[in-house]
């Protein structure tokens, strides 16, 4: 019987090519989408699962209130490992990793620097508590010694090609030496340390060893025994504060203050805990070791896979619900000779998954065919995991699902035709179907209506984020980088820069106005007492071109003066540290603040307009800038208008000349500060080629629908025709009830769209309003998007020649 119901099945087929077409073609570009997007979120939902014991690795966080700030940190003092892995028994291993950035290295015996991107500091307990192996030395002694470093596989590779890496030495920033003590293999892409290169020893880092509670900059990792307690572990952290953290402040800056009172200011530091494989999705704290996605996207992006599945399988139930009445005599006949209705439902879901397996072959070579374009809009290495039995299984589950969902209800449907009635000669089947069908149409055409107002939201904000006064000039900015590699001769080198005809102004400083990781220290207002009005200020070093180099305005006061000797104790604060202390720009100029951490007392000169120094999902904090006191990481020049290549050999030249056997390295601001909004341009980029997927699909189903209206209706046209009527009054008729569906989808999905995305903005502190030209266009196009596909069927009806279709009555 079953080869009998696939025979039946191929000669239907067969007979309808043009509809099998449709069927099969729009429900295979639904599920490669679909499965070109579940690719997508398995890759998320896989990270840092690769550790060993992963679900019992936590880091640890806190919650800052102190003065009138609050900060929320995936970064901890140095001493709070010592102190957790003495007081706490649930705690079976501890590790402390501190970023460190970018350096340049170059191996023993060689001058040519080579730039090591992103490396950090870690404990002699990082690889057994993550489980991760050696490649070369041993894992239990790697990181014992001050100045001895690992290095992963391809690090070792680029310092010391095919040749062994362990016992050699490397140069860092042309100062420290160290030892390479292991080789590992690349972290992998779906972890948190995937950016990392190199793994230096925490002995080598003297801040590491200090009692500093008031410094948060390490990442701080937990592995507890299986069976604790977490709520009541994070209750009992907070004695870590009590015990140990505010006796320091207390005898460090607040001598007269007991923990109660400094409660009852507001002030808080609470400790808590975050799983390891939910850092990826779930957090987007200060300091986090690497960029996060977020689990909202995740969402997004399953809503889009679930729209792109359901639209293409409303299209096989309202094509194959349409053909289903030419089919009507076929049921009638087999009703009559005996088959039950058990046998024909048999029989049309065979047929229903058939065409869903024909369709999800399809779909594995375009998924094939559009992986490349997907990467590149999504960011990832995806690959299609034909390796993976699981990989099996599940499309197997979901071949068999879909084609059990798509083909049910035509199934069921076509098995209620009256055999009375479709027996009789008039081809109808005392069942119309109509009702369901106008409905998944409605449904159908809600959802790319959705998408589209998604789409334009999505873009106007991008819009306002690129056209946004930032308090700042980003464009025709060139950062070149590792300034310090200049040494003695960085003055020089900025002096020789700025005399180029083609450069405006420049600026040497380690701190810019594009979202990176800062920490901040707390400020009081000369005579009053720490922690009564202290504020949270960002310190940045800077030189007296550096407002002039940015246009960065002032708004009150001064800037840095070498004619004042003074201004090397002066700080140039924003004007939400004004506001933060309760004063006005007038009146703050000569004020006097002291950092509590190291009790330099500054006075404030000048008052700058805020400016925006990380993303615009987050407020605008205070931010002091003072003369630099330090080595600086970058050379920031301000061109003139003009050739850009030619001004840029012109500056490598200078470089080459000062700063010799040292790489030219660079990039521009606003490259820097796009970068920031990558997941946004991302989920534009994604938003847009789906919807265009979801319209198609639609599309797809409406021309079929109108198709088969138009056929179905061919003798009524004839005889309209007949009687004169002409091509647009007919494909008015056939087109309007397609239309009113439309109009239908459009009112139900415009106060959806306008809801999603006004959450959506919610996550940005600074945001458009969405415009009502974005309801109108969107309405405007999905009817014109309509009747492009409806009027070609409609007019091509109007257009025949009426005798075909009258010749038989």
């Known amino acids: 019987m079953f080869r009998n119901y696939l025979k039946i099945a191929i000669r239907n087929f067969k007979k309808q090519p043009f509809f099998t077409f449709l069927n099969t073609f729009g429900l295979a570009v639904g599920m490669a989408g679909a499965l070109l997007i579940t690719l997508y979120i398995y890759d998320e939902l896989s990270y840092d699962t690769m550790f060993t014991d992963v679900n019992d690795i936590y880091r640890i966080n ?88 690992v290095i992963t596989k391809s690090a070792a590779t680029t310092y ?69 307690d977490i709520g009541q572990f994070e209750t009992k952290l907070q004695d870590v504060y009590k015990n140990h953290a ?136 995806l690959g299609i995991p034909f390796s993976n039995p699981f990989f099996w299984i599940m499309s197997v589950a979901a071949v ?88 003695n001769k960085v003055q020089s080198l900025k002096e020789e820069i700025k005399k180029l005809s083609t450069v405006e102004n420049a600026t040497i400083t380690s701190f810019l106005p594009t979202p990176t990781n800062r920490s901040d220290q707390s400020f009081t207002l000369e005579g009053d007492a720490p922690g009564d009005h202290s504020v949270q200020i960002q310190k940045w070093d800077v030189d007296y071109d550096y407002l002039a180099t940015l246009k960065i305005k002032l708004v009150k006061g001064r800037n840095f003066d070498s004619k004042f000797s003074t201004d090397s104790t002066a700080i140039i604060v924003n004007e939400t540290t004004v506001s933060k202390y309760g004063l006005t720009p007038k009146t703050i100029i000569g004020k006097r603040i002291k950092d509590d951490s190291d009790s330099i007392t500054y006075s404030i000169i000048g008052v700058v307009k805020d400016f925006h120094i990380s993303s615009l999902r987050n407020i605008i904090v205070p931010v002091g800038l003072r003369l630099s006191r330090r080595t600086s990481n970058n050379l920031v020049v301000k061109l003139k208008s003009g050739n850009f290549p030619k001004t840029i050999t012109q500056i490598e030249s200078v470089w080459n000349k000062i700063v010799n056997g040292q790489t030219f390295s660079y990039y521009f601001m606003d490259d820097s500060f796009n970068n920031v ?40 046209v004839g005889v309209r025709k007949v009687l004169r009527a002409n091509v647009g009054q007919i494909a008015y008729i056939l087109s309007i009830d397609f239309l009113r569906l439309v109009i239908i989808a459009i009112i139900i999905a415009l106060p959806i769209g306008w809801f999603a995305m006004n959450g959506w903005l919610e996550d940005f502190t600074y945001h458009v309003r969405i415009s009502w030209w974005i309801f109108i266009s969107v309405a405007i196009l999905a009817i014109l998007i309509s009747i492009l596909t409806v009027s070609f069927q409609a007019i091509k009806a109007a257009t025949a020649n009426p005798t075909k279709s009258l010749k038989t009555e």
């Not at 160290?178 to 950016?195: A, C, D, M, Q």
């Open 160 to 228: 010391f090609g095919n040749k062994p890496a362990l016992g050699k030495r490397l140069i860092i920033d042309n100062n420290e030496v160290f030892t390479v003590t292991g080789v590992i293999e690349n972290f992998p892409k779906n972890s948190f340390l995937r950016n990392y290169f190199m793994v230096m020893s925490m002995s080598s880092f003297e801040d590491a060893k200090s009692n500093n509670w008031g410094s948060n900059n390490y990442s701080t990792f937990v592995k507890l025994s299986p069976k604790t």
């Open 62 to 149: 806190v919650d800052i209130s102190y003065g009138a700030n609050k900060n929320a940190l995936a970064t901890v003092p140095p001493p709070m490992a010592a102190v957790v892995i003495n007081d706490y028994p649930q705690v079976e291993a501890i590790t402390r990793l501190r970023g460190w950035g970018s350096m340049l290295v170059h191996k023993e015996g060689s001058e040519k620097n080579i730039k090591s991107q992103s490396n950090m500091f870690a404990d002699p307990s990082f690889f057994s508590l993550f489980g991760i192996n050696m490649l070369e030395g041993d894992v239990n002694t790697a990181l014992n010694e001050p100045n001895t470093l």
């Open 400 to 487: 068999l699902f879909l084609g059990l969902i798509s083909g049910s209800y035509p199934a069921f449907f076509m098995t209620r035709f009256l055999p009375a009635k479709v027996l009789k000669g008039n081809g109808q089947s005392g069942i119309d179907g109509s009702k369901v069908r106008n409905g998944l149409v409605i449904f159908q055409f809600a959802i790319s209506v959705f998408l589209m107002i998604s789409t334009l939201v999505v873009y106007q904000q991008l819009q306002y984020i690129e056209n946004k006064d930032l308090g700042y000039k980003k464009d025709q900015v060139l950062i070149i980088e590792d300034a310090y590699a200049a040494g």
């Open 677 to 716: 909004y990558n997941s946004e341009h991302r989920l534009g980029r994604i938003f847009i080629t789906f919807t265009i997927l979801s319209i198609f699909i639609a599309c797809l189903g409406l021309f079929g629908l109108a198709a088969f209206n138009a056929e179905k209706r061919i003798k009524e």
């Open 246 to 381: 505010f006796p320091y402040f207390q005898k460090t800056f607040l001598p007269n203050i007991t923990l109660e009172s400094f409660k009852n200011n507001g002030n808080e530091f609470r400790y808590s805990l975050k799983p390891l494989k939910d850092i990826h999705l779930y957090s987007d704290r200060t300091a986090e070791l690497s960029a996060n996605n977020d689990i909202e996207t995740i969402y997004i992006f399953s809503f889009i896979g679930l729209f792109l599945i359901l639209l293409a399988s409303v299209n096989f139930i309202n094509l194959s619900t349409a053909q289903s009445l030419k089919r009507a005599k076929e049921v009638g006949i087999r009703k009559t000779l005996g088959s039950n209705k058990r046998d024909l439902i048999k029989q049309f879901l065979i047929e229903s998954n058939v065409m869903v397996l024909i369709s999800s072959a399809l779909a594995l070579v375009i998924a094939i065919a559009a992986l490349p374009y997907f990467n590149e809009l999504s960011g990832k290495k």
